[in-house]
């Protein structure tokens, strides 16, 4: 298992024969019952010793070692993983001189989503967010904090969400007419920097720029889609529902 978090299969080996054994356990020994040769077993040993995740004992002319608790070594290992995160933070989140005007293509859904995420997290004066709904649900406790702190928060969904934000819109499209519709995902942060992603082929594919000629087009069509909304979620009971030309019209607008 150790293996997992870049310790070589000797040290694991090492590991988990002390581990099994419960008791202190020479070098010798622990050569023949982990599989390890002899002739690696202390260096193996050592540099287990000075990762924190054995413990060496030395008596007269002999030195016996003892498996640190699993539990210790899990927060051990917890620790270093954070603290090698924020090391890589830092040597690579530099604040940008100079606008990137070019369009970067995403293809990796999960990618996509988290960069989605982490913009949403770094916005500090305004979010432009179109989604599906099933597509908020990490979202929404961000959204709302964001809002209590000041930043103007304006969502538009595809489906009902439950949530406090002031700024939210619906469009309201019959259950049975969302199966044949085509995802698609906008951010735009800061009015700053654009994400967008539409469903291809059953896949998500993507770009992100922060071009402000694209920015804005985005930004209007953002409002755009929010008028039609509005449109339907007003009208659809008294007009919109007995003229089936101009629903269908709203809903090729938009999709």
């Not at 500090?124 to 103007?152: C, F, M, N, T």
């Not at 985005?218 to 008028?227: K, P, Q």
């Amino acid at each position: 298992m150790l293996t997992r978090f870049g310790f070589t299969d000797y040290e694991n080996r090492v590991y988990e024969t002390l581990h099994g054994a419960g008791k202190p356990m020479t070098g010798y020994a622990l050569a023949k019952d982990s599989g390890v040769p002899r002739g690696k077993i202390y260096e193996v040993l050592h540099r287990l010793v000075d990762k924190g995740i054995i413990l060496e004992s030395l008596t007269g002319n002999k030195s016996e070692y003892q498996a640190v608790d699993i539990d210790i070594v899990i927060a051990a290992l917890t620790k270093n993983f954070y603290d090698s995160v924020a090391e890589l933070r830092g040597a690579y989140r530099k604040e940008r001189t100079e606008r990137d005007d070019r369009v970067w293509m995403l293809k990796d859904d999960r990618s996509m989503l988290l960069t989605l995420e982490e913009w949403v997290r770094r916005a500090e004066r305004s979010i432009h967010l179109s989604l599906w709904a099933d597509e908020y649900d990490e979202l929404l406790p961000i959204l709302e904090q964001k809002e209590a702190e000041g930043v103007r928060v304006e969502a538009l969904t595809l489906g009902e969400i439950q949530s406090k934000l002031a700024g939210l819109h619906t469009f309201p499209v019959p259950q049975h007419e969302q199966h044949s519709l085509e995802r698609w995902r906008l951010a735009i942060l800061d009015e700053s920097r654009l994400l967008l992603a539409v469903s291809h082929g059953g896949e998500m594919k993507g770009m992100m720029t922060s071009a402000p000629q694209f920015v804005q087009f985005f930004i209007d069509f953002f409002y755009h889609d929010v008028a039609l909304a509005e449109i339907t979620t007003r009208y659809y009971d008294d007009v919109l529902s007995g003229d089936e030309d101009i629903r269908r019209l709203l809903i090729r607008l938009r999709y």
